[in-house]
Structure formats: structure tokens, C-alpha cells
């Protein structure tokens, strides 16, 4: 077990330990998505508050029902479920008080279930063996820095609307260049803190 501090790991999963640019985890939804800033912060928002509460009950469930059971084998499937039922959760609400990002995100709002950067801090946790409270820290954390990565690329990509892009470059393929950047820069915080 880690005697990192909450606060160190939720620093680490924002900055030097991003889960989508280390881990490269959640691009499906990141690269179709940060076309706008606005919807990328709306999906970025939704993807924080997923990620934060079931990596919190994903903790409780393995921890106090799971691994006393010896039914470990089983948590993924769990872990997929109570993920499922967060993400109807997060669309009646959006729907309800924010139609436009509701028609925005389209198909990619349900589609968070399936976001492997919300199973992976799951997994995460569990695999570092994390307490409570660092759990809290590093879901917080990872889905802070899944906000932060679609949003700056969001950002550029609006700037890059009135660059000369190459036409074989237009879209994916540059957006996948820009992440790729990101995620050099960002290996640069490596030397403040990093997590295991």
C-alpha cells in the first residue's frame, strides 16, 4: 500500500501521470469530441464526475463485498455496471438542464460507459492498492486531467481552423499530432511527482 498523499496522486493524475496521455486511455471519445471547447468542457465534466464516483464505489464494492467473497474475478463486469449506471445518471441530467450539450455530445454521452479511461482509474486504484481517500485523490485527479487534454486540444484545433493545414493532415491525423505533443510537454512534469 502507497503512503503518497490524496493530494500528490491527484496532482500526478493531472499532470505527470494523465491517464489519456500516458496511459493513452479514453482517445475514442477524445479525438471525436474536441472539435469544440464548449463540448469538449461538457464531456470533459461529465467524464470527471463519472470517473470520480466510481472509482469511489468501485473501491467500496471490491474491497467490502469482492475480495471478502473472494469473488474478485467478478469486477470487472461490476465495475462495467455501476460505471453503466452513473453514465444514464449524467444523460438524464444533461438532457434535462443542458439540451444543447445534450445534442452536442450525441452518441458520445452514452458512449462514456464504454470509456476505458473510466475502467482503467478503476483498475487503477485497485492494482495500486490505494485507500480510500488517495482513491478519491487519484479518480478526482485522472478525470481532471482527461478534462484538461480535451480541452486544449479543443483549443488548438479551433486555432488550427485558420492555419494551412496539409490536406492529408486535416482532422484526425493532426489532432493525433497535437496529442502527441501534448503528451511530450506534459512527460516534462515528470520530474515533479510521479505515481506507481
Given amino acids: 500500500m502507497s503512503d503518497t498523499s490524496a493530494m500528490v496522486i491527484l496532482i500526478a493524475a493531472v499532470f505527470t501521470n494523465n491517464i489519456l496521455l500516458s496511459n493513452f486511455l479514453g482517445m475514442c471519445s477524445f479525438i471525436a469530441c474536441s472539435g469544440q471547447v464548449e463540448t469538449a468542457l461538457g464531456l470533459g465534466t461529465a467524464v470527471t464526475f463519472v470517473m470520480t464516483l466510481t472509482a469511489m464505489i468501485n473501491y467500496a464494492i471490491y474491497h467490502f463485498v469482492l475480495a471478502p467473497l473472494q469473488l474478485g474475478h467478478l469486477q470487472f463486469i461490476v465495475f462495467i455496471?455501476?460505471?453503466?449506471?452513473?453514465?444514464?445518471?449524467?444523460?438524464?441530467?444533461v438532457e434535462r438542464f443542458?439540451?444543447?450539450?445534450?445534442?452536442?455530445?450525441?452518441i458520445f454521452l452514452p458512449l462514456i460507459t464504454v470509456n476505458c479511461a473510466i475502467l482503467g482509474a478503476s483498475i487503477f486504484v485497485i492494482i495500486r492498492e490505494y485507500t480510500f481517500v488517495q482513491t478519491v485523490g487519484f479518480g478526482f485527479g485522472a478525470g481532471l486531467g482527461w478534462l484538461v487534454a480535451i480541452v486544449l486540444i479543443a483549443g488548438l484545433q479551433q486555432k488550427m481552423r485558420y492555419s494551412d493545414v496539409p490536406k492529408p493532415f486535416v482532422g484526425v491525423p493532426v489532432a493525433m499530432i497535437i496529442t502527441c505533443v501534448m503528451a511530450m510537454a506534459f512527460m516534462g512534469f515528470a520530474g515533479m511527482v510521479t505515481i506507481q
Fill in 98 to 106: 443542458s439540451p444543447k450539450l445534450y445534442f452536442a455530445l450525441g
Fill in 81 to 93: 455496471a455501476v460505471i453503466a449506471a452513473f453514465v444514464q445518471l449524467v444523460e438524464m441530467i
